[in-house]
């Protein structure tokens, strides 16, 4: 059974940093590409960065030159920095599998495509 769990979440002041996990389990891990998403209600789901099994990154125009997307094959866990930190940042992060990434894009095969839970993170002014 596939499974994804995400962790690092919190409240930080504007300027700071977290560090999100994604722990996966019940897949070939290498051979999927990952990534991060994020979530404010009411609103559309935005991509926040990507990481394919050859180690091509992607990223959202927003968090470019901030955030730093890494994975850990041999540990099965998906990794996102986020530094300098903003208020817009705010929202529900969620960690995301796939067969493959067409930039922030995940592309959607049937019984192919997971999600985590989520972890929320806070960004005060």
């Known amino acids: 059974q596939v499974q994804l769990t995400e962790s690092g979440g919190g409240s930080v002041q504007a300027g700071g940093s977290l560090r999100l996990s994604c722990a996966a389990s019940?897949?070939?891990?290498?051979?999927?590409?990952m990534g991060w998403f994020r979530e404010v209600p009411g609103k559309e789901r935005e991509g926040v960065a990507t990481v394919d099994r050859g180690s091509s990154t992607h990223y959202g125009d927003s968090v470019k030159g901030r955030f730093t997307i890494s994975r850990d094959n041999a540990k099965s866990t998906l990794f996102l920095q986020m530094n300098s930190l903003k208020p817009e940042d705010t929202a529900m992060y969620y960690c995301?599998?796939?067969?493959?990434?067409?930039?922030?894009?995940?592309?959607?095969?049937?019984?192919?495509?997971?999600w985590g839970q989520g972890t929320q993170v806070t960004v005060s002014s």
């Open positions: 019940g897949y070939t891990f290498s051979r999927y590409c």
């Open positions: 995301a599998a796939a067969p493959a990434c067409a930039g922030l894009f995940m592309i959607r095969v049937s019984g192919q495509e997971y």
